[in-house]
């Protein structure tokens, strides 16, 4: 609710009146919300969360077009600037995957750690102070990451750099139209500043600064400097820093932290228990992770959740390497004509 989440009181869903129109127009959208699955729709609070940090996103790209505007400009584009979210959002233009697939995942991040109660330092916290230098380093910039994207409610947020260059892109010149539309039909002479402005603001997007890649680099040089440590594994299961986990499970498994991101949280418990096979993980520490993530994630019972650990043989396992070190396109492809984990279905 939102007196409860503050975050989401401009987000959540607003009363509606049971006598609402009833026109032909809400067929589509009623028909879908109808059959979508109970399991896989997401709850208010993941939706307000999802919604919020997408306007708060939106809200900071247009606060930095416009100030790249001239003081004879900027007036009038500050003008009626509360409308553009909603307005963007009607459009459908925000319907973007790349986007909404970075939504998600902040929200399972934050979903995750939520149900984890942690009572000292966290282990990013502590690695901060780390004798081997490199992991101090990635440690700093990976907190520093993450404290710059959460608001002033604890709240995981989302920035520009965390975008590929070609999303944000699209995202900035789409508020840059935005914001010409706002200023109607007499402010041809804008266009160029507009232009100029969103372009400003793209110079200084980097995706070295996005919350994976800092995340990425901790895990490397952990790996690097420490080799297989699953007493780390179970230390970030325990306080739900899923991010991370996933991260060092990829990096002792040699696949992408994405490809290990897509396994252990979207996947089923035998995705996550093949990524623990991948990464060398023991069987107490795979048990580890089934008992604090398997609720969280609804793995169903704990015992038959370890036959997963044990099924696959070792062949299976480097076939399954194999497969996810291919380009993430070459396996969305495959999947789109039928296939599923590089084996083909009719």
Same mark, same amino acid.
């Given at each position: 609710m939102p007196v409860e989440w503050p975050i989401a009181a401009e987000a959540a869903d607003h009363p509606v009146d049971p006598a609402r129109?009833?026109?032909?127009?809400?067929?589509?959208?009623?028909?879908?919300?109808?059959?979508?699955?109970?399991?896989?729709?997401?709850?208010?609070?993941?939706?307000?969360l999802m919604s919020a940090m997408l306007g708060t996103l939106i809200d900071q790209i247009a606060d930095e077009v416009r100030l790249g505007l001239g003081p004879d400009i900027l007036p009038a584009a500050e003008r009626n600037h509360e409308t553009m979210v909603p307005r963007l959002w009607r459009s459908g233009l925000l319907d973007r995957p790349i986007l909404i697939e970075l939504l998600m995942a902040r929200v399972d991040e934050?979903?995750?750690?939520?149900?984890?109660?942690?009572?000292?330092?966290?282990?990013?916290?502590?690695?901060?102070?780390d004798e081997d230098g490199q992991i101090a380093s990635a440690a700093m910039a990976l907190a520093i990451a993450r404290g710059r994207r959460r608001d002033r409610f604890g709240r995981i947020g989302l920035e520009l750099d965390d975008l590929p260059v070609e999303e944000a892109a699209f995202l900035v010149y789409l508020v840059a139209a935005a914001v010409r539309h706002q200023l109607g039909g007499a402010a041809v002479a804008? !266009?160029? #500043? =507009?232009?100029? @402005?969103?372009?400003?603001?793209?110079? $200084?997007?980097?995706? %070295?600064?996005?919350?994976?890649?800092?995340?990425?680099?901790?895990?490397a040089a952990l790996v690097n400097a420490r080799g297989p440590d699953d007493a780390m594994i179970a230390d970030l299961a325990?306080?739900? !820093?899923? #991010? =991370?986990?996933? @991260?060092?499970?990829?990096?002792?498994? $040699?696949?992408?932290? %994405?490809?290990?991101?897509?396994?252990?949280v979207n996947g089923g418990v035998g995705e996550a228990l093949l990524l623990?096979?991948?990464?060398?993980l023991s069987r107490p520490t795979a048990a580890t992770l089934i008992a604090t993530f398997g609720q969280i994630l609804q793995w169903g019972d704990p015992g038959k959740a370890i036959a997963w650990y044990d099924s696959p043989s070792d062949a299976d396992i480097e076939?399954?390497?194999?497969?996810?070190?291919?380009?993430?396109?070459?396996?969305?492809?495959?999947?789109?004509i039928g296939g599923r984990d590089g084996q083909p279905t009719d």
């Open positions: 129109r009833a026109g032909r127009d809400r067929l589509p959208i009623v028909r879908r919300d109808l059959f979508l699955d109970e399991s896989a729709r997401l709850t208010e609070q993941e939706r307000a934050q979903r995750i750690a939520a149900a984890c109660s942690v009572s000292s330092a966290s282990v990013v916290e502590q690695l901060v102070g804008t !266009d160029d #500043a =507009l232009a100029n @402005a969103a372009a400003r603001v793209l110079s $200084g997007h980097g995706e %070295a600064r996005q919350t994976e890649t800092r995340v990425g680099e901790l895990a325990s306080e739900g !820093d899923a #991010a =991370l986990l996933a @991260a060092l499970c990829s990096a002792r498994a $040699g696949i992408s932290p %994405a490809s290990g991101w897509l396994l252990l623990a096979r991948l990464a060398g076939a399954a390497r194999g497969w996810w070190r291919l380009p993430r396109q070459y396996r969305d492809c495959f999947s789109l």
